[in-house]
T-cell receptor, first 114, second 112 residues
Framework: ETGVTQTPRHLVMGMTNKKSLKCEQH?????MYWYKQSAKKPLELMFV???????ENNSVPSRFSPECPNSSHLFLHLHTLQPEDSALYLCASSQDRGRSNEQFFGPGTRLTVL | AQTVTQSQPEMSVQEAETVTLSCTYD???????LFWYKQPPSRQMILVIRQEAYKQQNATENRFSVNFQKAAKSFSLKISDSQLGDAAMYFCAYMGGNKLVFGAGTILRVKS
């Protein structure tokens, strides 16, 4: 596979469930990102990892827990979510954190919290 | 903090015609990058075009071009000879430090 892949593509979970979103990039990039995309709102940056180290947490509630075991993989662990957390969660990667670097996006996971 | 504003929630264009999507931003920085990303329905977001703030020449990529007005902090996207495949959500984005800031997006509909 090429580019940035995300699994699952769709996820429905109850507020008491625990689930994880997975992102994998096949581009040899060093930076990876989680974004939340809600309807009619700008994309919200959630977390940034650079060389496996978390460099940014954009005041995200602790019910979202990221994990980056290596530069190619990024996870978002979910627990006790709220209905307002329903959104499209996008993963992205870039060569590094330089300003000129294009971010490559995955297809997203459509999350519905019941 | 930097902000990006896309004032057109939706736009429509007839196939083969030209459409311009608006974007303004607010920043106190002098060196930064601006991007237009395209998100087709149920498909991945891809980069359409990028502009470096210190370059006065407007970026062009085939049918896509920008009108970058640095003093006015305006960065519009012009799509010429619109095609059905151009239908998508378009996001304007700003990167000054190391954080990409997005606008709310403009839905572009292409009519045949």
């Amino acid at each position: 596979e090429t580019g940035v892949t995300q699994t699952p593509r769709h996820l429905v979970m109850g507020m008491t469930n625990k689930k994880s979103l997975k992102c994998e990039q096949h581009l040899g990039h060093n930076a990876m990102y989680w974004y939340k995309q809600s309807a009619k709102k700008p994309l919200e940056l959630m977390f940034v990892y650079n060389f496996k180290e978390q460099t940014e947490n954009n005041s995200v509630p602790s019910r979202f827990s990221p994990e980056c075991p290596n530069s190619s993989h990024l996870f978002l662990h979910l627990h006790t979510l709220q209905p307002e957390d329903s959104a499209l969660y996008l993963c992205a990667s870039s060569q590094d954190r330089g300003r000129s670097n294009e971010q490559f996006f995955g297809p997203g996971t459509r999350l519905t919290v019941l | 903090a930097q902000t990006v504003t896309q004032s057109q929630p939706e736009m429509s264009v007839q196939e083969a015609e030209t459409v311009t999507l608006s974007c303004t931003y607010d920043t106190s920085e002098s060196d930064y990058y601006l991007f237009w990303y395209k998100q087709p329905p149920s498909r991945q977001m891809i980069l359409v075009i990028r502009q470096e703030a210190y370059k006065q020449q407007n970026a062009t990529e085939n049918r896509f071009s920008v009108n970058f007005q640095k003093a006015a902090k305006s960065f519009s996207l012009k799509i010429s000879d619109s095609q059905l495949g151009d239908a998508a959500m378009y996001f304007c984005a700003y990167m000054g430090g190391n954080k990409l800031v997005f606008g709310a997006g403009t839905i572009l509909r292409v009519k045949s």
